[in-house]
């Protein structure tokens, strides 16, 4: 069975760019959780996505959005991006049979790094 | 929301040793309580976990203890080997989310 497939891999950005970066899921998996990780501020959840909808929502600023289609595949994007977006952006999917992705056992995918000058 | 701190930062151990990482948190309500090790390039992987209503859970060199009283739980790394050099994180679950620690880095020197 494939693993989660995040797309692109790398990214450079200018400041003030906006950016889209893809996750697909394990098949038969039907949550996606996005999480933010930096040297400074470590590993952060984003949100979490399940039947399309946005279950649950960590701290950050409206910029990052994100949204899931009917295949289980999810996007993420991040608006007016500032040079603390630098980051490595990982994308995990669950079976979503918990009422939280967090309670299930979550499988990640490599990364997109995103690097903005 | 939840404090965790993950201790040591790093640790260097000889092949064969044991390793021990220590992760205490703040939140008596969290009741999940894994562990992730990350290899470079990769992401996370998820390599053992425990629920609140278990004390300790072991798989093959890898257990995990939890402490509910003191708030902390520790993964212990049994004949450590070279291939277990990477960042373990703790990430325990509170508030609909996962919480991560700031990370271990683990060097098993053949």
């Known amino acids: 069975k494939a693993g989660v497939t995040q797309t692109p891999r790398y990214l450079i950005k200018t400041r003030g760019q906006q950016v889209t970066l893809s996750c697909s899921p394990i098949?038969?998996?039907?949550?996606v959780s996005w999480y933010q990780q930096t040297p400074g501020q470590g590993l952060q959840f984003l949100f979490e996505?399940?039947?399309?909808?946005?279950?649950n929502k960590g701290n950050f600023p409206g910029r990052f959005s994100g949204r899931q289609f009917s295949n289980s595949r999810s996007e993420m994007n991040v608006s007016t991006l500032e040079l603390g977006d630098s980051a490595l952006y990982l994308c995990?999917?669950?079976?979503?049979?918990?009422?939280?992705?967090?309670?299930?056992?979550?499988?990640f995918g490599p990364g997109t790094r995103l690097l903005v000058l | 929301g939840e404090n965790v701190e993950q201790h040591p930062s790093t640790l260097s151990v000889q092949e064969g040793d044991s390793a021990v990482i220590k992760c205490t948190y703040s939140?008596?309500?969290?009741?999940?309580f894994p562990w992730y090790k990350q290899e470079l390039g990769k992401g996370p992987q998820l390599i053992i976990d425990?629920?609140?209503?278990?004390g300790e859970k072991k798989d093959q060199r890898i257990a995990v203890t939890l402490n509910k009283t003191a708030k902390h739980f520790s993964l212990h790394i049994t004949e450590t080997q070279p291939e277990d050099s990477a960042v373990y994180f703790c990430?325990?679950?509170?508030?609909?989310?996962?919480?991560f620690g700031g990370g271990t880095r683990l060097m098993v020197k053949p």
């Open positions: 995990a999917s669950s079976l979503g049979i918990a009422e939280v992705a967090a309670k299930e056992t979550q499988y």
């Open positions: 939140d008596s309500a969290s009741n999940y």
């Open positions: 996505y399940f039947s399309e909808t946005q279950r």
């Open positions: 425990i629920r609140s209503n278990v």
């Open positions: 098949s038969g998996h039907r949550s």
């Open positions: 990430a325990p679950y509170a508030g609909n989310m996962l919480t």
